[in-house]
């Protein structure tokens, strides 16, 4: 049963900065590791994803690095803005298209 | 194009009680997901449903069923209401597709908050 632990629990970045958020999975899977957005209210929106045979992605402002070998993978957010303030989840395929998730990360951006 | 539709978006249940939650998938999806997701944690996998049958299930007991009909659309039942079973239930269609594919990459709808008295 796959595993996802992630950090930190919450983080607080001023406007303009860099927002890291880390995750480790346990089990390996060939398929896409997925990043989610959830603002209050809403269910989670899909960010951006990666391929596990990728160590990099970029899609704007938003960035995956993936590391197989060590079984981690983190997103960086640049130029963070007030509007990213949200909860981020990330996601490790299980089989079967399910998805384990992360237990979130509650980012502030400071204005 | 409409995403993922659920109803109801709140509702309050007494323990014992039993409650079903609807889902309708996004145009193209044929599989459906379910989750719990307690508030201040990550979204915990139910099951799945792929032509109308029970794909993967998660670690949950037999009180959640689920169904899911020729339109694509689903529902999920949770008998004999605990404490516990206070959530956002979230529902998550994904198109028909190979490992490898992006086939996990869910769209959730905005879920039904449950409160149970």
């Known amino acids: 049963q796959q595993q996802v632990k992630q950090s930190p629990q919450s983080l607080i970045v001023q406007k303009g900065g860099i927002s890291i958020i880390n995750c480790a999975y346990e089990?390996?899977?060939?398929?896409?590791f997925p990043w989610y957005q959830q603002f209050p209210g809403k269910g989670p929106a899909l960010l951006i994803a990666i391929r596990p045979d990728v160590s990099e992605k970029k899609e704007g402002r938003f960035t995956i690095s993936f590391n197989k070998s060590a079984k981690q993978f983190s997103l960086h957010i640049m130029d963070s803005q007030p509007g990213d303030s949200a909860t981020y989840f990330c996601a490790a395929p299980g089989s079967a298209r399910q998805l384990t998730f992360g237990s979130g990360t509650q980012l502030t951006v400071l204005p | 194009d409409a995403g993922v539709t659920q109803s109801p978006t709140h509702l309050i249940k007494t323990r014992g009680q039993q409650v079903t939650l609807r889902c309708s998938p996004k145009?193209?999806?044929?599989?459906v997901s379910w989750y719990q997701q307690a508030l201040g944690q990550g979204p915990q996998f139910i099951f799945q449903y792929y032509e109308e049958e029970e794909r993967q299930r998660g670690n949950f007991p037999d009180r959640f069923s689920g169904h899911q009909y020729p339109n694509y659309s689903s529902e999920l039942n949770v008998n004999a209401l605990l404490l516990g079973d206070s959530a956002l239930y979230l529902c998550?269609?994904?198109?028909?597709?190979?490992?490898?594919?992006?086939?996990?990459?869910?769209?959730f709808g905005a879920g039904s908050r449950l409160t149970v008295l």
């Open positions: 145009s193209g999806h044929d599989t």
């Open positions: 089990n390996t899977a060939f398929d896409y």
């Open positions: 998550a269609s994904s198109p028909a597709g190979t490992v490898g594919g992006g086939a996990n990459v869910l769209t």
